[in-house]
C-alpha cells in the first residue's frame, strides 16, 4: 500500500516518529503551535472556533495559517456549494461517486475499505479539501434507518475494522477525516433532539467500538459530536463522550467540529469538549470572548482548542489555491476503485433453481422495474454525490448482453416514489405518469399489464426492486421496510407469466421480503453502488465473475422482530419527526421564525432508550432465538466452499484459528470466512455470538489456501458496569468459523 502515501506532510512525520502512537504524532508540532498561541490575540484564537463559510473555518491569515477546508463525504467529493448548500455550478467537481456505505461494508475487505478511504483522499486534495466529513460510521440499530446506507454495519467488529482502514488511506491521501456521528446517532427521528439513553457498557461494546479503533489504530485527526443527546447531554457538549472518554481514555489529539447547527450553547461547548462550532458564530463567537474576558471561561481553555486545530493544520498540508481544482475529480484511477468496490459488494441472497448466472440459451431478457434505470448518487441530503456519470444497471446489462449478442427489453413496471416536499419546495412542474402520489400506492395496471406481455415474451425477468433515496434518506427514517408502490404485486404477476426470475433489489437497507421472496428463486442484493454499479451487476448476473458480497447487516423476517421495535423503544416519544427537515417543511409551508420557534418548543422532549442493551442485530435475533429472513453475513456464491478442520493457538495475547478453505468450483470465486466465539460459562449477560475476526480470500477453481483469522484476547472483554472497566473473564469459549452468522461449518474449544 506505500504506493498510495501521497502527502509529503505525513510522509516526513510518519518516518520521524515511527515509533509514536497514531494520536501521538499528532502532537510532534506541538512546540511551534504553542508559540503561535503565544503570538494569537483572543480574538484571531476564537476566529477560528466557528464556520467561516459553510465548509470551512479559518487559519491565522496574519501568521500565513491556511484556513481548514471540509467536505462532506463519505462515498464522494460533495459539489461545491455556496450558502445555504446552493451549488456554485462549477465544472471541475465532478467526482466520483462510490459504493455507499453498507455496500463498501458488504465487500468485508480491510484492503477495499483502505482504497476507498485513499481514493476518497485523493479527491479530496484535488479539490483542496482538509477534512473528509466521514466515514459515518454508526452502528444499524433500526433496519429503517434513515442514514443506514451511509452507515456500515449492524456489527461493532467489521465496522470498526472497515474504519481503521478507510481512515488509514484517506489520511494517507493527505487528507484527514472526521469520524461521524460520535455518538449513538442511530436515528434521524427527531436527531437534532432525541436524548439516548444507553448504559456504559452498551455505549462501549457496541457503539463507541467503531469510534475507538478508528482513533487508536487509524489515528483518526478530526470527530464530529452528533446532533443527538447522550444521556442527558447534547453530544456537542458532552464532556463524558468529548473528554473522559475521547481524549482522556483514547488519547485523542485531533479536533472535534460539531454536526451542522448541532452546536447548543457557549460555556456548555466550550468544557464539554467542542472546538469548532459548525455552522455559525452565536455560541462561539463574540459570546465566547465575552466569556473569557469576563472570567467565566479560563482562556486555556480556548488556547486547548486552537491547538488540537493547529495540530489537524499541520499534519495535513494545505493544497495551494493555485493547484487545487484545476483538474476534474473524479479521475480514471480513482473509479477503478470504486469498480472493483462495487463487484465485490453485490450479495447473492438466494439461488433455489439455479437462475444465476443467466443461462447460456437465454437469448431475450425483460428487465422489470424503475430501479433499473433510476441514478443514485444524488440526493439523501449531504451525502448526494455529483457524480461525473453513473452506470445504471440497465445500461450495465444492456452493454454486457450487447457482447453475448442478448436482447434487452425494458418496462418500468411500477411507479416511483418520490418525496414531495422534503428540504426544498414542492416541485409545481408537471405530473410525471411514472412518479406515485403516496409510498403505498398499488401497483398500476397500465404498468403491469405491459411488464407482465414483455416477461411472457422474454426467456427471462430479472426483476429490480428495492427502494430510492427519497425514502431512506438523511432527516428521517422509513416508517416500515416495506418494498414501495406496489413491488410485491408486480414480482407476482411476474413470476406468475415466467418463473425464470431473478430480483435484484436496489437500496441501501434491508427491506420485508416475505412477500416478495415465494416469486423470487433468486435474489441479489444490489445496493446503491457507486458510478460502475450497473457494470459490476450485469458481470456478476452473466457470471463472469462470482458474488461475493456478504450481508453487513440482517434481512429481519419483519420490522417488529427487530430489538428496538420488539423492546418497545422506538419511535418513543417525540415529534416523530427531524427538527431540521421539520423547519425547512415549516418554512416551505409559509411559517414565520416565530412560529416556528413556538411550534418546536411545544414538542415533547423526544427519549430513546436503547432497551434492547447490548443485543443490537444479529446478537438479538441469535440470542432470542428469533427467526430471520437472511441472517447477517449471509452472502452466496456460484461455487461451494469447503472448510476444513480448525487448530487454535493462543499466543502471548492473541488467539490465531487456522483452516484450510476450497474452492470447490470450476471458477475463481472470493469467500469471507467469519470468525464467531461463543461464552461458554460466563457469569454476566452475553450475546449468543459475536464476531471477532474476518477475512477475504480469493480462491481460483479448484484452489485450496491455508487461512488464519487472529483476535486479541481483549476483544473478549466485557465492560463492567459495576467497576466501570473492560474485565476479560476467564473461561471458555467456543469458536465458530463459517460463511454466515448461520451458517457455522466449524468448531473448536479452547479456555482464556
Ligand atoms: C449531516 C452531516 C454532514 C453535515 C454537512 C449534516 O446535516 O448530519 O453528516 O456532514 O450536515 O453537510
Not at 481514555?249 to 451542522?260: A, I, L, P, R
Not at 488540537?308 to 479521475?331: G, H, K
Not at 457507486?530 to 420490522?559: H, Q, W
Not at 470465486?669 to 467469519?674: F, K, N, R
Request: hydrophobic share 40%; with cysteine; net charge negative.
Amino acid at each position: 500500500m506505500k504506493k498510495y502515501l501521497y502527502s509529503t506532510a505525513l510522509l516526513i512525520l510518519a518516518a520521524g516518529c515511527a515509533s509514536l502512537s497514531p494520536q501521538d504524532r499528532l502532537t510532534v508540532n506541538d512546540k511551534k503551535i504553542n508559540k503561535i498561541i503565544a503570538q494569537m490575540t483572543l480574538e484571531e484564537k476564537v476566529e477560528m472556533l466557528h464556520s467561516k463559510t459553510n465548509m470551512s473555518s479559518e487559519g491565522v491569515p496574519r501568521l500565513g495559517i491556511q484556513d481548514i477546508k471540509y467536505t462532506d463525504g463519505p462515498f464522494g467529493i460533495r459539489e461545491e456549494n455556496g450558502e445555504g448548500f446552493r451549488s456554485l455550478g462549477w465544472t471541475l467537481d465532478s467526482a466520483t461517486y462510490f459504493p455507499t456505505g453498507s455496500a463498501l461494508a458488504a465487500t468485508w475487505s480491510k484492503e477495499m475499505a483502505y482504497k476507498n478511504g485513499w481514493a476518497m483522499g485523493k479527491e479530496g486534495r484535488l479539490r483542496g479539501k482538509d477534512i473528509i466529513l466521514g466515514p459515518a460510521i454508526n452502528i444499524q440499530r433500526l433496519p429503517v434507518g434513515g442514514r443506514t446506507y451511509e452507515y456500515l454495519s449492524e456489527d461493532p467488529v467489521l465496522s470498526a475494522r472497515l474504519a481503521v482502514e478507510y481512515t488509514k488511506g484517506s489520511q494517507d491521501a493527505g487528507t484527514a477525516v472526521c469520524l461521524k456521528h460520535y455518538a449513538l446517532n442511530n436515528q434521524e427521528t427527531d436527531r437534532g433532539s432525541v436524548d439516548v439513553i444507553a448504559d456504559e457498557r452498551t455505549m462501549r461494546e457496541i457503539y463507541l467500538k467503531p469510534f475507538e479503533a478508528a482513533i487508536k489504530e487509524g489515528g483518526a485527526m478530526c470527530v464530529m459530536p452528533a446532533y443527538n443527546k447522550v444521556n442527558g447531554f447534547y453530544c456537542s457538549e458532552n464532556a463524558h463522550l468529548n473528554n473522559e472518554i475521547l481524549r482522556d481514555e483514547w488519547g485523542f489529539k485531533g479536533m472535534t467540529v460539531s454536526d451542522w447547527g448541532g452546536t447548543h450553547s457557549t460555556m456548555g461547548a466550550a468544557l464539554g469538549g467542542l472546538c469548532v462550532q459548525m455552522t455559525g458564530d452565536n455560541y462561539f463567537g463574540q459570546a465566547l470572548i465575552d466569556s473569557v474576558r469576563n472570567g467565566a471561561l479560563d482562556e486555556a481553555v480556548v488556547d486547548a482548542k486552537v491547538r488540537e486545530i493547529l495540530r489537524l493544520r499541520f499534519a495535513i498540508e494545505p493544497v495551494p489555491e493555485d493547484v487545487a481544482n484545476t483538474i476534474m475529480t473524479s479521475q480514471p484511477e480513482t473509479q477503478k476503485i470504486a469498480y472493483e468496490i462495487a463487484q465485490k459488494s453485490i450479495v447473492l441472497l438466494k439461488n433455489e433453481a439455479g437462475n444465476l448466472p443467466i443461462a447460456k440459451d437465454v437469448k431475450k431478457i425483460a428487465v422489470i422495474g424503475q430501479n433499473a434505470v433510476l441514478t443514485t448518487a444524488a440526493g439523501g441530503i449531504g451525502a448526494g454525490v455529483k457524480t461525473l456519470y453513473e452506470i445504471t444497471p440497465l445500461e450495465g446489462i444492456q452493454a454486457r448482453a450487447e457482447k453475448a449478442g442478448v436482447e434487452v427489453v425494458y418496462a418500468p413496471g411500477y411507479k416511483n416514489y418520490q418525496m414531495r416536499m422534503g428540504w426544498g419546495r414542492p416541485s409545481a412542474g408537471p405530473v410525471n405518469p411514472l412518479v406515485a402520489n403516496s409510498i403505498n400506492e398499488p401497483a398500476d395496471p397500465a404498468l403491469l399489464a405491459e411488464a407482465v406481455a414483455l416477461a411472457k415474451d422474454a426467456d427471462m425477468v430479472i426483476f429490480f426492486g428495492g427502494t430510492n433515496k427519497s425514502i431512506e434518506t438523511e432527516g428521517s427514517d422509513r416508517k416500515n421496510i416495506d418494498l414501495p408502490c406496489g413491488q410485491n404485486e408486480v414480482i407476482k404477476a411476474l413470476y406468475e407469466a415466467n418463473p425464470n426470475v431473478a430480483t435484484v433489489l436496489i437500496s441501501g437497507g434491508p427491506t420485508d421480503l416475505r412477500y416478495l421472496e415465494p416469486y423470487s428463486p433468486a435474489i441479489v442484493q444490489g445496493w446503491w453502488n457507486g458510478l460502475e454499479g450497473g457494470t459490476a451487476l450485469a458481470e456478476v448476473l452473466f457470471g463472469d465473475i462470482a458474488p461475493s458480497g456478504k450481508l453487513p447487516f440482517t434481512f429481519p423476517l419483519k420490522l417488529e422482530d427487530s430489538p428496538a421495535y420488539a423492546t418497545g423503544s422506538f419511535p418513543g416519544e417525540g415529534s416523530g419527526e427531524d427538527l431540521f427537515t421539520l423547519m425547512y417543511r415549516l418554512d416551505a409551508t409559509g411559517y414565520t421564525r416565530e412560529q416556528i420557534k413556538e411550534y418546536i418548543a411545544s414538542l415533547p422532549d423526544p427519549v430513546s432508550e436503547y432497551r434492547e442493551g447490548i443485543l443490537v442485530g444479529y446478537r438479538w435475533y441469535d440470542t432470542k432465538d428469533v427467526p430471520v429472513m437472511y441472517a447477517f453475513g449471509h452472502g452466496l456464491s456460484y461455487v461451494d466452499f469447503e472448510y476444513g478442520t480448525l487448530t487454535c493457538k493462543q499466543k502471548k495475547d492473541k488467539i490465531q484459528v487456522s483452516f484450510d478453505l476450497k474452492n470447490l468450483g470450476d471458477m475463481e470465486a472470493d469467500e469471507v470466512p467469519q470468525l464467531y466465539v461463543k461464552r461458554l460459562d460466563s457469569k454476566v449477560e452475553r450475546a449468543e455470538k459475536e464476531l471477532e475476526a474476518f477475512e477475504r480470500v480469493a480462491l481460483k477453481a479448484g484452489e485450496t489456501k491455508n487461512v488464519t483469522l487472529e483476535f486479541p484476547v481483549s476483544e473478549l472483554a466485557h465492560w463492567d458496569n459495576e467497576t466501570n472497566g473492560w474485565v476479560v473473564e476467564p473461561g471458555k469459549i467456543e469458536i465458530l468459523v463459517g460463511s454466515a452468522s448461520n451458517d457455522i461449518r466449524q468448531s473448536i474449544q479452547t479456555e482464556i
